[in-house]
């Protein structure tokens, strides 16, 4: 599974730099922000998500579903509905031979551009993506923003 990264020492959510004495609210807007920019896609099963990893504008947070990763043709790791593809750490960018990623259910993603991922301390604001995904119901974005304002 993926590493989520962990804050550095010391730094708490209040004393982050940008970030407000609210750290609920900041967290919602960071989320609200990084949704505007995002695309829902959806993979039928057994559809190729991503065949390279080289070059990927985004990462994706899984909403629904399932997706398999293969390196050179082998399974390396499944990862489920709450999961991220393609953040650091993931093994697509760490040189891993050469990877497939593949739907093994009917999948739905978010993607979010890759530009995105420190901006807007994607690591910290995971769980807020976790209750967006498992609320999911093939909402569009603006239903999925006016679900976080709430």
């Known amino acids: 599974s993926l590493e989520i990264l962990s804050r550095p020492e010391g730094e708490t959510e209040t ?9 609920e609210g900041a967290r919602k807007n960071d989320v609200a922000r990084i949704l505007t920019r995002s695309r829902v896609i959806c993979f039928a099963s057994d559809e190729v998500v991503s065949a390279s990893g ?27 509905s709450g999961k991220t593809l393609g953040g650091p750490g993931f093994p ?7 990877p ?42 603006e239903r999925l923003l006016a679900a976080i304002a709430d």
């Open 15 to 23: 004393n982050r730099p940008g970030v407000s004495a609210n750290p």
């Open 54 to 80: 080289e070059g990927e504008k985004d990462f994706y947070f899984i909403l629904k579903g399932r997706a398999e990763l293969f390196v050179d043709g082998k399974p390396f790791a499944v990862y489920e």
């Open 92 to 98: 697509l960018q760490m040189g891993s031979g050469r």
């Open 100 to 141: 497939l990623v593949k739907a093994r259910s009917s999948l739905v993603l978010l993607a979010i551009p890759r530009t995105l991922y420190k901006k807007f301390h994607v690591p910290e604001i995971h769980h807020e993506f976790y209750k967006i995904g498992r609320n999911y119901d093939g909402e569009s974005r």
